[in-house]
């Protein structure tokens, strides 16, 4: 049995969310960075409603392996994807698909906090509006408020709406990227270490959400932090050098590691 430092004390912020189909099917997927291999041949099938934790030394390959869902990597000219990968069982990569339409359904937050330089309306309003999700002015408010008590900012942020979303603390910047995100109804929420810019309670508050978006969206997370895989994930996969190396429930992961390289990055000897 391996345990973490500080693995222990830390609360579980977990769902008990039973394992449901898969939402993301990646099958064989290679990831070239004009000559350079990047990922070799990893699958994985990404249940609707839970959270996944990507893992692993820094360069394995998490976040280029993030991309691949909403096809973000296409945006890099060296970057070429092969492989197959599915939403809800439709190839993302069949060429009726628009990466715009798929992006609104396939939601990212990334590693520093973002908001456009608009106002907090307006950032989380961005999305509803190209894609059309509202009929009018009336309705904007509603999904603008909705996506913004979801991502637990709603309370600190109603009464200057017309304040710029840069005006506000890391934390709350990173909660706007998230109303932003989910604004658009997203089915999938993928978030690249959506907590390495922010301090211990900014970073507690996102968990929490995370939890609790959970019951709704199927969420991907790569992380550096093991301690949080822990906490917020239901599925971990570990990464090393491009290659998925092991992947299961994440308390199996965490205390009973299969592979010696997962065993030898939890415990810290390699990373
Ligand atoms: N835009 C890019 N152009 C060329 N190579 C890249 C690019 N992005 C990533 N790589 C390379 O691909 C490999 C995987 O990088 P990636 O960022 O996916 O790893 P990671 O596990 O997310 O790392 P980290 O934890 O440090 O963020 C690395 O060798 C990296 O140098």
């Known amino acids: ?57 820094s360069g394995c390959g998490k976040s280029t392996f ?64 190209i894609h059309g999700l509202a009929q009018g002015r009336d309705e904007l408010a509603d999904i603008v408020e909705t996506a913004l008590r979801k991502a637990a900012l709603w309370d600190e942020v109603k009464d200057r709406l017309t304040a ?11 909660r706007l990227c998230i109303a932003r995100a989910i604004a658009t109804r997203p089915e999938v929420l993928l978030m690249d270490e959506p907590c390495s810019a922010l301090d211990p309670i900014a970073t507690a508050q996102i968990e929490e959400l995370i939890a609790e978006l959970s019951s709704r969206f199927s969420i991907v997370i790569v992380t550096h932090s093991m301690q949080q ?18 992947l299961g429930d994440t308390d199996a992961v965490f205390t009973n590691p299969r592979d010696p390289r997962t065993e030898a990055y939890i415990t810290g000897r390699i990373g």
């Not at 359904?105 to 309306?121: A, C, D, E, T």
Request: positive net charge; proline residues 9%; charged residues 20%.
């Open 229 to 246: 895989a822990a906490r917020v994930s239901h599925r971990t996969a570990f990464f090393h050098l491009g290659h998925m190396v092991e």
């Open 66 to 129: 993030l991309r691949c869902f909403n096809r973000m990597n296409d945006t890099i000219p060296s970057c070429r994807v092969s492989g197959g990968i599915t939403l809800e069982g439709e190839d993302i990569f069949d060429p009726r698909i628009d990466p715009v339409q798929l992006r609104a359904r396939v939601g990212m937050v990334f590693q520093k906090p973002n908001p456009f330089s608009k106002s907090i309306f307006d950032n989380v309003a961005y999305g509803p509006r």
């Open 1 to 57: 049995m391996v345990m973490l430092d500080s693995m222990a004390p830390a609360p579980d912020m977990r769902a008990t969310a039973a394992p449901r189909a898969p939402k993301i099917d990646a099958r064989g997927v290679n990831v070239h960075y004009g000559e350079t291999q990047a990922l070799h041949d990893v699958s994985i099938a990404i249940p609707d409603r839970s959270v996944t934790a990507f893992i692993g030394p």
């Open 164 to 174: 710029p979303g840069t005006g506000l603390s890391g934390g709350q910047q990173q």
